[in-house]
């Protein structure tokens, strides 16, 4: 057995970033971006106005006030996205909305509310200085600036500059599609009739939910039976796909024909078996060059095995730079011991408590209950050499979710509601 370190950073030796695909601006959300966008023009174009109200020479309304307010003829409506037919001259203004260009002569905009509309004059009631509730040419974005760089996260504000820049189409990082399939004479489909002596595999699901989480793309190749045949043919199947995962066959039973059938089919391992609890019976190598898992098949196992190993590889492949779920320091609320040798990953509650972080264990923690994931939004987790961690001590949590914070009942304002 290799160590958890050990065995991430000999995969992620072996995880190449993909190539660019074209995509429409609203289906890059949340991805990486493969390409520098400049801008083509400023940003705004022209100076504009910011407010409703009158666009005047600020010489002419200086002395206003609202005991003496100063009268302009006004000579013009200027809507957004129209442009000015005249100029402003010495004692005239032209009415403004907000977006429209400031016209030739004018150098300042009275918001509409110190103003007064009479007849076919205003009165401002407000002395304004030059360049007042105005956006300068330029004033967001110069023509050539940068605006995205390689490498950045698509979110709504970027979706929204790339559409201000016209850019309607962009090149981003693929998405990997993952083969995923289990393996055991005891499983069945959902939708199938479901015997006593039977095992529905959700692992097909939860580790296309997971696949999906991450943004990649899963490809359900659906269940192999305890036969060398079955096996290497989803395995031939998954060739066709970026990643290969199986669940399954992968330990020390008699039927676990995984590792027998990968051989036969140009495998190439890199390990076999990691010092972790639970995921401990996991391989990794390649087939043709395509990344290939062989996960546990418990169901916590699996999730477990793929959070720690499958979801970095596949953020990579996808061009982020972040590919770690976050962890924190958080007081532990009860007592645990264990065994020395192996890296615990225990499912966990994480909670808020005024100031801190605090967190208890979901309960048992065998791999085959997947409830105890169900009630997690965290895996604590315990280092290979510990044996006991006390009440009160400081423990590591990698956050699966963020459901916790929630659970406080903290509104945007900061305020607590009930």
Avoid at 172 to 184: D, E, H, R, S
Avoid at 249 to 267: A, C, H, P, Q, R
Avoid at 286 to 309: A, H, K, R, Y
Wanted: negative net charge; glycine residues 10%.
């Amino acid at each position: 057995m290799i160590s958890v370190d050990e065995a991430l950073n000999r995969i992620l030796a072996r995880i190449q970033v993909l190539g660019l695909e074209k995509v429409d601006i609203m289906s890059s959300l949340g991805r990486v971006i493969g390409e520098d966008i400049l801008a083509p023009r400023d940003i705004p174009p022209l100076d504009n106005s910011a407010m409703d109200g009158y666009a005047v020479r600020s010489t002419d309304i200086k002395e206003a006030s609202r005991e003496s307010p100063v009268s302009l003829k006004v000579i013009e409506d200027l809507p957004a996205g129209t442009l000015p037919k005249g100029s402003v001259g010495k004692g005239q203004a032209i009415r403004i909305m907000t977006g429209a260009p400031i016209p030739p002569g004018a150098d300042t905009v009275v918001m509409v509310e110190d103003t007064e509309k009479a007849g076919e004059k205003v009165r401002v009631f407000q002395a304004v200085p030059a360049e007042e509730n105005t956006r300068r040419t330029g004033e967001d974005v110069k023509k050539g600036d940068r605006v995205i760089s390689k490498g950045s996260i698509i979110r709504a504000a970027e979706v929204g500059m790339l559409a201000t820049v016209g850019r309607a189409f962009v090149y981003m990082y693929q998405k990997p599609v993952v083969a995923i399939f289990c393996t055991g004479d005891e499983l069945v489909d959902v939708d199938e009739g479901v015997e006593d002596h039977k095992i529905v595999s959700s692992n097909s699901y939860t580790l296309s939910a997971q696949v999906m989480e991450c943004g990649a793309l899963p490809l359900q190749l659906g269940i192999a039976k305890d036969v060398s045949a079955e096996i290497e043919e989803k395995f031939r199947q998954g060739l066709r796909a970026d990643v290969i995962v199986s669940s399954a066959g992968v330990s020390v039973g008699d039927y676990d024909m995984v590792k027998d059938v990968l051989g036969g089919i140009g495998f190439e391992m890199d390990f076999w078996g990691v010092a972790m609890r639970p995921g401990q019976p996991l391989a990794f190598g390649t087939i043709g060059g395509n990344p290939t898992f062989g996960l546990p098949g418990n169901p916590v196992s699996s999730m477990v095995s793929f959070e720690q190993f499958v979801r970095p590889s596949l953020l990579k492949m996808m061009g982020h730079k972040n590919l770690f779920r976050p962890v924190v320091e958080a007081i532990l609320k009860e007592e645990i011991r264990k065994k020395p040798g192996r890296r615990h990953f225990m499912r966990a509650k994480l909670s808020l408590e005024e100031d801190r972080y605090v967190v208890t264990t979901t309960g048992p923690q065998g791999s085959g209950i997947l409830n105890s994931m169900v009630e997690a939004n965290g895996l604590l987790i315990i280092p290979e050499e510990k044996t006991e961690i006390k009440l009160g001590e400081k423990v590591r949590v990698q956050i699966l979710d963020r459901s916790f914070e929630s659970a406080g009942l903290w509104n945007y304002q900061g305020v607590k509601m009930t």
